[in-house]
């Protein structure tokens, strides 16, 4: 499965969009993108996750560049329970066990 | 739906002594997998089973046992505990589809600490 690259932290103002930023510049076609989040410490919730179009679910909004090198999360109005840790997770479509691969991930704080 | 549950949510051990960290799920998903998560990082995947009766390896297997008699449960076993495996550990579940791409489920993790 791809790596993936994100931005360690970023701040949010309440009620603001957040907008994180992933770039998977190694991703083959039959890869999707995932995105979960972990609030303090609890285990990780899944968001939404995308192919190469975008997508909305009652959480948040996956942006998929064309040459599906890079993808944005938007969280349309961050509220302070938003405050989490991000991964942007790449994996395989015949991936077996539907085990992931995590990375840093983009700790989001979001101000009132 | 309880979901995936783990038990026990803390535990202290001393070096040597071994444990099983419990993992049950009532979804009757095919797949199940453990990881493990230290402080500032992200998670691990330590073993994996794609169905009762096979497991496999994760990028950190060492120091750990598994198995899968059942769909439901999925046991990771310290048979001698080190220091290096304090950590939190999370258990995850999904279902298997034709395509491979269904989200995970995990449970709320065992903090396990050794002395």
């Known amino acids: 499965d791809a790596k993936t690259t994100q931005p360690p932290s970023m701040d949010c103002a309440e009620g603001r969009a957040a907008n994180l930023p992933c770039n998977h510049s190694?991703?083959?076609?039959?890869?999707?993108v995932y995105w979960y989040r972990q609030i303090h410490s609890q285990g990780p919730q899944y968001i939404i996750h995308?192919?190469?179009n975008n997508e909305t679910n009652e959480m948040a909004s996956l942006i998929i560049t064309e040459d599906r090198k890079s993808s944005t999360l938007i969280l349309p109005h961050a509220t302070l329970r938003d405050t989490a840790v991000y991964y942007c997770i790449v994996r395989g479509i015949y991936n077996q066990g539907g085990k992931l691969i995590f990375g840093q991930g983009t700790e989001l704080s979001v101000k009132p | 739906n309880a979901g995936v549950t783990q038990t026990p949510k803390f535990q202290v051990l001393k070096t040597g002594q071994s444990m099983t960290l419990q993992c049950a799920q009532d979804m009757n998903h095919e797949y199940m997998s453990w990881y493990r998560q230290d402080p500032g990082m992200g998670l691990r995947l330590i073993h994996y089973?794609?169905?009762?009766?096979?497991?496999d390896q994760g990028e950190v297997p060492n120091g750990y046992n598994v198995s899968r008699s059942t769909t439901e449960d999925f046991p990771l076993r310290l048979l001698s505990a080190a220091p290096s495996q304090t950590s939190v550990y999370f258990c995850?579940?999904?279902?298997?589809?034709?395509?491979?791409?269904?989200?995970?489920?995990f449970g709320d993790g065992t903090r396990l600490s050794i002395l």
């Open positions: 089973s794609v169905g009762a009766g096979i497991t």
């Open positions: 995850a579940s999904s279902p298997k589809t034709g395509s491979d791409n269904q989200p995970q489920h």
């Open positions: 190694t991703i083959s076609g039959n890869e999707y």
């Open positions: 995308g192919l190469k």
